[in-house]
């Protein structure tokens, strides 16, 4: 296969990905070291996760009306410098309410990102599952790389230069893409912005069965993947007992696992069908997370971690779905409303499992999370017998 720019777009919006996540992701590993000097609970730190979420969530379909109107690229180099600005603002808060307030914010510009670049990827390739996913990676990528680093920074140097270093990443990255990526004409440079916030076009993409359905399962499944970026790291370590460099360890390779076999998941959406892929997808989760539960010992939680990651790839099977119900002129606003209804609502995911942990410890917790993936697993059974086609 020779290497075309296409190739390009799609090799620097995963590095861009990569860039917004590393910001996200370094938090959960240092979050003892986070509660311990603001002297805070794990409901608080849950709550500026939560926020953190929810203001990626809101800027999902304003990211895409903002790049119909000034184009994609100006967008994503956006979302890239202001990740490195957030991350220095984590880094030096000097009172837990700064902190809080950049993690909002860091939510907030990393979340400009994912719509746009999935829409401008989806235009360049016929067959989408593959280059998602691929494009999804960037994040799993992150997330193995990450933790260890962030964990060994800390350790040495303490938490706040262990955040301070990802907004070198983000800089890289900038540096990078701008230079690579071509200047994208905007789609619509007359369109009135405040007319793509009519509620009546909104409600009527959200009320198609299809997309009522496909947003169904991403919030539930996107509840427990917000609550394990959150809280996975902390569960090893207090549920499980293992020190915070093993848990950092195992933290990757719940990454690793992510971003190599979500690959697979696309290719597997493409070729048998959406709905087989996701809930391939979420009985491995459900045996993940039940494994690392119930059976104690290194092996189990290895195997437990794997699972867990394979089944995390949902996204490289949903989010193709949704593309699949969306007209080419509807997928780049479109894609972005539904992605920011069904984040909104899933982002209380970080809160809720701080607060069970907190409440009923973090067996009931994590339990939590199998029950949604139980619901998603009855949801795609019944669209199978009603024989919806969706």
């Known amino acids: 296969m020779s290497w075309r720019y296409r190739h390009t777009v799609l090799a620097h919006c995963t590095l861009a990905f990569f860039a917004t996540m590393v910001g996200r992701v370094a938090i959960s590993p240092i979050v003892p070291s986070i509660t311990n000097e603001f002297t805070v609970s794990n409901t608080l730190i849950g709550a500026s996760l939560t926020g953190m979420?929810?203001?990626?969530a809101l800027v999902q379909y304003p990211s895409g009306i903002l790049a119909t109107r000034y184009g994609e690229r100006r967008i994503i180099l956006v979302s890239i410098g202001g990740t490195g600005i957030a991350c220095l603002v984590?880094?030096?808060?000097p009172r837990f309410e700064v902190f809080f307030a950049g993690t909002v914010?860091?939510?907030?510009?990393?979340g400009l990102h994912f719509s746009v670049a999935t829409a401008m990827i989806t235009r360049a390739f016929d067959r989408i599952g593959t280059p998602i996913a691929i494009h999804n990676a960037?994040?799993?990528?992150?997330?193995?790389?990450t933790p260890i680093a962030v964990s060994w920074i800390a350790v040495r140097y303490g938490w706040r230069p262990a955040i301070a270093a990802t907004a070198l990443v983000a800089a890289v990255v900038f540096v990078l893409f701008a230079g690579n990526v071509r200047e994208?004409?905007?789609?619509?440079?007359?369109?009135s912005i405040t007319e793509r916030f009519q509620i009546r076009p909104l409600l009527a993409v959200l009320s198609?069965?299809?997309?009522?359905?496909?947003?169904?399962?991403?919030?539930?499944?996107?509840?427990v993947w917000t609550g394990l970026i959150s809280f996975l790291p902390t569960f090893l370590i207090v549920y499980r007992e293992y020190?915070?460099?093993?848990a950092g360890v195992l933290f990757a390779v719940y990454f690793l696992t992510l971003g190599i076999l979500q690959i697979g998941v696309g290719s597997l959406s493409d070729r048998y069908g959406r709905n087989v892929a996701t809930g391939t997808c979420m009985i491995a989760a459900i045996a993940g997370l039940a494994m690392l539960l119930a059976v104690p010992g290194i092996a189990a939680a290895v195997t437990g971690i794997v699972l867990l990651g394979f089944g995390m790839g949902w996204g490289a099977s949903v989010f193709p779905q949704f593309m699949d119900h969306l007209s080419e002129s509807e997928r780049e606003t479109g894609f972005g409303l539904v992605r920011t209804v069904y984040l909104v609502i899933a982002s209380s995911g970080s809160l809720a499992l701080g607060a069970l942990a907190d409440q009923f410890g973090w067996a009931v917790s994590f339990g939590t999370l199998i029950v949604s993936l139980v619901v998603v697993c009855v949801l795609l059974l019944g669209n199978w017998l009603r024989g919806t086609g969706y």
């Open 105 to 110: 914010l860091l939510g907030a510009v990393a």
């Open 208 to 223: 198609r069965p299809a997309i009522a359905f496909t947003s169904a399962i991403a919030v539930l499944a996107e509840f």
């Open 90 to 93: 984590l880094a030096t808060a």
């Open 138 to 145: 960037g994040g799993p990528i992150a997330g193995l790389c």
């Open 53 to 56: 979420w929810l203001s990626y």
């Open 184 to 191: 994208t004409e905007p789609r619509r440079p007359e369109m």
């Open 243 to 246: 020190s915070s460099t093993d």
